[in-house]
């Protein structure tokens, strides 16, 4: 069986100091805030790509549109355990994800025929399509720990610390252990602010008050710079220097 969800939302990311996401956390407590239903928890998404990576590569022009497919599970993945197969848009700031929910290994399987099962229905028709346009395969899986604030008071505002990001080219199976290399510092942090419009507020006071600044940060177009720093071709295979 399979389930399918959909956002649309503004999300806008900061890099922080773990100074400043400490006090933002206290602030946000103050204001009715606590950990979600998950807390803190490891995140992994194996992102796919075109050989050459084209869609990160367009992604990091800063478009007005652009589109990513990943695969994606909260904490360490089983072989029946939830998974999900997202499409994340991008169209005039406004962030739009549509995703289905399959058993870890029935998605492993339909990613790597290029074909998601029949009752994926709608959205799944469009992860195959996209799939097969592109020509899609594993390009990096990144891994990081996060922290999500939500508030029973203010249900449309939710807001997540990210740290440890990290990525690998190899073994990129969600069920091996949690590996990778560094793409952070230990004394940094993304916080994102996802929203369904306007910032209310008393959130840009707070924000304002921990001289929070908006950054522009991708993990996996970070993870794709750091690679071709290292000569890593999408999937891991490592280009032959000249």
């Not at 103050?30 to 367009?58: A, K, M, N, W």
């Amino acid at each position: 069986m399979s389930s399918v969800s959909v956002f649309a939302r503004v999300e806008k990311k900061f890099l922080l100091t773990r100074a400043q996401a400490e006090a933002m956390q206290r602030a946000l407590a103050e204001e009715g805030y606590e950990r979600g239903v998950f807390g803190h928890s490891l995140i992994q998404s194996l992102y796919y790509d075109t050989p050459d990576c084209l869609l990160t590569r367009r992604s990091l022009d800063r478009p007005n549109y652009k589109e990513k497919l990943r695969f994606r599970a909260y904490g360490p993945a089983s072989d029946e355990g939830p998974s999900f197969v997202e499409i994340k848009k991008k169209y005039a700031g406004v962030v739009y994800k549509r995703r289905v929910e399959l058993p870890y290994t029935t998605a492993q399987e339909a990613l790597s025929a290029g074909s998601m099962p029949e009752e994926s229905g709608q959205i799944g028709r469009e992860i195959t399509r996209m799939l097969r346009w592109y020509g899609l395969s594993p390009m990096a899986l990144i891994l990081y720990e996060r922290d999500a604030f939500t508030s029973e008071k203010q249900m449309d505002v939710r807001i997540t610390f990210d740290q440890a990001i990290r990525y690998r080219t190899w073994d990129m199976d969600m069920r091996l252990p949690a590996v990778g290399i560094p793409l952070t510092n230990p004394d940094q942090l993304v916080m994102e602010v996802k929203v369904p419009g306007a910032y209310p507020l008393w959130l840009l006071s707070m924000l304002e008050s921990v001289r929070a600044r908006p950054a522009h940060f991708s993990k996996i177009g970070t993870a794709y710079c750091a690679m071709i720093g290292a000569g890593i071709t999408a999937g891991g295979a490592k280009q032959e220097r000249k």
